[in-house]
């Protein structure tokens, strides 16, 4: 079982950048998808971005262009490097796991088993 970590969040202008991490423990995530989702308050949980064992890539349409997934497997660790950051990006953003082979993720949160305690993301002047 795997357990995951999020980090990097805090308040920032907007057009600024952020990177948040997602480290695990517990197992490795090369077998995982791991997926970014945020939450504003009074909204309903969003997949953003996530990544599949394989490497492909899903992106949320708003984010496309801006936001950029990755992982590295020695670190055990996913990444979203978040630029050009608008007052809608506001949210506490978490990061869910879940093992799969598949070589295409998706952005459901029904599909995600582990689950972190989230970090804030705020954006504003």
């Known amino acids: 079982q795997v357990q995951v970590v999020e980090s990097g969040g805090g308040l920032v202008q907007p057009g600024g950048s952020l990177r948040l991490s997602c480290a695990a423990s517990g197992s490795s995530l090369a077998n995982y998808a791991v997926g970014w989702f945020r939450q504003a308050p009074g909204k309903e949980r969003e997949g953003v971005s996530c990544?599949?064992?394989?490497?492909?890539?899903t992106y949320y349409p708003d984010v496309k262009g801006r936001f950029t997934i990755s992982r590295d497997n020695a670190k055990n660790t996913v990444y979203l490097q978040m630029n050009s950051l608008k007052p809608e990006d506001t949210a506490a953003y978490y990061c869910?796991?879940?093992?799969?082979?598949?070589?295409?993720?998706?952005?459901?949160?029904?599909?995600?088993?582990?689950w972190g305690q989230g970090t804030q993301v705020t954006v504003s002047s």
């Open positions: 869910a796991a879940v093992g799969s082979l598949y070589r295409l993720c998706m952005l459901l949160p029904r599909e995600y088993d582990y």
């Open positions: 990544i599949s064992s394989t490497n492909g890539t």
